[in-house]
C-alpha cells in the first residue's frame, strides 16, 4: 500500500504570514490532487499535479510536485482567515487505489 | 457549476440494521466511488464502479456492502448489517477518467449506528 505522509499535522499562524505544507511518500504517484476540507463536508479539489517538476498556481496558492513524483508541497502567500481548514494531498499510485494523506490543519488567525 | 450531491445528509440507525446511503454523480462522469472518514480518521477509500461493476475495493468494502446503479443517475451505497464501528461520514466521488482522473466529491452522508 503506498502511504501519504503530511506535515506539519497542525499550523496556526497569523494573518498576512506565508506558510508550506509537505506532502511526502516513499512510491511514485501518476499524479497528485490537493484538497481542502472544511468540518462535516467534502473534500474540495484545489488542483491536480501531473508532471514532475510541475508548479501550478492558484491565487496565492502555489503547488509543486517533485521532480520523482514522491512529493509535492502547498505554498500559501499571506495567509488569510478564509484559508483556514483541513488540506489533504491524494493520489493515484501506480497499481493502487486512491489514497489520501492525513492532512495538515491550518489555522490562520486575524 | 456541475456538483455531486448525497443523501440523507445524517442517518442515525441502530445496530443490525440495513442502509443505504445516495448519491447522484456528476452527470458526464463514468468513473464512481465510496470513501468513508471516522471521526478524526484519514478518507479511505471503499470501492470504485466503472460500467456496472465493481472496478477495486479496499479490505474495508466486505461482505457487508455492496454498491449498485440502479438507473442512469443514481450511484447507491448499501450497509446490509451495520456495526458501530460503521459510525462515520461516508462520501461519495466521481470522476470522468479513471488513473489521473480529478475526483469530485459530494458533501457526504454522517451515518451514525447507536
Known amino acids: 500500500t503506498q502511504l501519504l505522509e503530511q506535515s506539519p499535522q497542525f499550523l496556526s499562524i497569523q494573518e498576512g504570514e506565508n506558510l508550506t505544507v509537505y506532502c511526502n511518500s516513499s512510491?511514485?504517484?501518476?499524479?497528485l490532487q490537493w484538497y481542502r476540507q472544511e468540518p462535516g463536508e467534502g473534500p474540495v479539489l484545489l488542483v491536480t499535479v501531473v508532471t514532475g517538476g510541475e508548479v501550478k498556481k492558484l491565487k496565492r496558492l502555489t503547488f509543486q510536485f517533485g521532480d520523482a513524483r514522491k512529493d509535492s508541497s502547498l505554498h500559501i502567500t499571506a495567509a488569510q482567515p478564509g484559508d483556514t481548514g483541513l488540506y489533504l494531498c491524494?493520489?493515484?499510485?501506480?497499481?493502487?487505489?486512491?489514497?489520501f494523506g492525513p492532512g495538515t490543519r491550518l489555522s490562520v488567525l486575524p | 457549476e456541475p456538483e455531486v450531491t448525497q443523501t440523507p445528509s445524517h442517518q442515525v440507525t441502530q445496530m443490525g440494521q440495513e442502509v443505504i446511503l445516495r448519491c447522484v454523480p456528476i452527470?458526464?462522469?463514468?468513473?464512481f466511488y465510496w470513501y468513508r472518514q471516522i471521526l478524526g480518521q484519514k478518507v479511505e477509500f471503499l470501492v470504485s464502479?466503472?460500467?456496472?461493476?465493481?472496478?477495486?475495493k479496499s479490505e474495508i468494502f466486505d461482505d457487508q456492502f455492496s454498491v449498485e446503479r440502479p438507473d442512469g443517475s443514481n450511484f447507491t451505497l448499501k450497509i446490509r448489517s451495520t456495526k458501530l464501528e460503521d459510525s462515520a461520514m461516508y462520501f461519495c466521488?466521481?470522476?470522468?477518467?479513471?488513473?489521473?482522473?480529478?475526483?469530485?466529491f459530494g458533501p457526504g452522508t454522517r451515518l451514525t449506528v447507536t
Open positions: 452527470s458526464n462522469h463514468l468513473y
Open positions: 512510491s511514485v504517484f501518476s499524479s
Open positions: 491524494a493520489g493515484w499510485g501506480y497499481g493502487q487505489n486512491f489514497v
Open positions: 466521488a466521481s470522476s470522468s477518467q479513471k488513473g489521473r482522473g480529478e475526483q469530485y
Open positions: 464502479f466503472y460500467n456496472n461493476e465493481i472496478s477495486e
